[in-house]
């Protein structure tokens, strides 16, 4: 096993409901690792049918989402793990300084930030034929705007250590069929370089995984058929895989690796 050194450390991780989801694999990751972990979450509530939620496909991903964080909280209490979880908004400026407030008064400091959480519209309205205005400002307010507010949060509230870890896709540069989901997640690596430079001199390092097709509940059969054939590696991507990447990313190992892209995507969309 790897030693991050993360025993003690503090990570606040966003987007973290879904229990097969990568924010709640993270946390679990660092929890494990020893680090103290502030989940956040907001649900997300769309229509699903109960019968199917048994298995991986749509329904389960949006049972998913709109639920609250019980199975997470749970495997985090039997490992015994220091923790804090906030049902919050990061799109709102107010809510920001509420979770950082939060979790400085529990914790005392913010080591890592992980920002997971997302918005994108999964009903085809993401084209450039069919896009709304409702689409378009409720994904850049997530995962543009809220990913903003919490790295200026956590520049503000900085301490000795300082880990930045934004999730984006690796399709991000050509998305056609989600164009403004992955304008947002452009936008979010632009981002990632620009105050990569800005913070260096406060010692802190902020870096940017992009994810292939991951297994997060979301990937039914049907659309695993169709995806692997276009993955070299051969195999759908895991949470845990993203984890992984993310810990290393959170390291003191990682202390001279900043402003990059990493793609965690068994070769696809190179």
Not at 54 to 64: F, P, S, T, V, W
Not at 120 to 144: H, K, P
Not at 182 to 207: P, Q
Request: hydrophobic share 40%; net charge negative; charged share 25%.
């Amino acid at each position: 096993m790897v030693d991050y050194g993360l025993k003690g450390r503090v990570a606040l991780i966003t987007g973290a409901n879904n229990p097969q989801g990568i924010g709640a694999t993270t946390a679990l990751a660092f929890a494990r690792e020893g680090a103290k972990v502030a989940l956040v979450y907001k649900r997300i509530p769309r229509p699903y049918d109960k019968n199917k939620t048994d298995r991986n496909g749509a329904d389960r991903y949006y049972e998913a989402n709109a639920g609250n964080s019980d199975i997470v909280e749970g495997k985090l209490k039997e490992m015994g793990a220091d923790y804090l979880v906030i049902e919050s908004d990061i799109s709102n400026e107010a809510a920001v300084e509420e979770i950082y407030s939060a979790v400085l008064e529990r914790f005392d400091r913010v080591d890592v930030l992980v920002n997971n959480a997302a918005d994108g519209d999964l009903d085809g309205l993401d084209t450039i034929e069919s896009i709304t205005q409702s689409v378009i400002d409720d994904t850049f307010a997530v995962n543009v705007r809220g990913s903003i507010l919490m790295m200026r949060a956590f520049v503000k509230h900085r301490g000795d250590y300082g880990r930045i870890i934004n999730l984006s896709t690796d399709a991000a540069q050509v998305f056609a069929g989600q164009i403004t989901y992955g304008a947002s997640k452009a936008t979010l690596e632009a981002l990632t370089r620009s105050i990569a430079l800005e913070v260096a001199k406060y010692g802190i390092t902020v870096n940017c995984v992009a994810p292939g097709p991951t297994q997060t509940g979301w990937i039914d059969d049907e659309l695993e058929k169709a995806v692997i054939p276009i993955i070299p590696m051969g195999q759908l991507i895991q949470p845990e895989d993203i984890a992984e990447t993310i810990l290393f990313l959170a390291s003191e190992q990682a202390r001279m690796l900043t402003g990059q892209v990493i793609k965690v995507s068994g070769g696809h969309a190179l």
